[in-house]
């Protein structure tokens, strides 16, 4: 099961074009991250991450509450702190 192929065509079904993006300021730059690069960057983790990934994607594209824009923003803020958070340690 190609887990990233499955977000990727939850999203089609849904009319949302994967290649779409979203800009974070990040102390004082923008950053531009595509939904496929943090699907992508998500499926790096381990399989239980990416059905976890998965299951909140769907959740997020079943319920008005949270949507898929918000579900996106805050995956792209997690990538971005853990970007942060690794060049800190260096």
């Given at each position: 099961m190609d887990i990233a192929a499955e977000c990727k065509q939850l999203l089609l079904e849904k009319g949302i074009n994967t290649h779409s993006s979203i800009d974070f300021e990040v102390n004082g730059e923008m950053m531009t991250l595509t939904l496929d690069y943090i699907i992508e960057s998500y499926m790096q983790a381990s399989k239980e991450s990416q059905l976890v990934f998965f299951s909140a994607l769907q959740k997020s594209l079943n319920t008005q509450s949270m949507g898929v824009?918000?579900?996106?923003?805050?995956?792209?803020?997690?990538?971005?702190?853990?970007?942060?958070s690794e060049k800190f340690e260096d």
């Open positions: 824009e918000r579900f996106f923003e805050g995956m792209g803020k997690l990538l971005l702190m853990s970007h942060l």
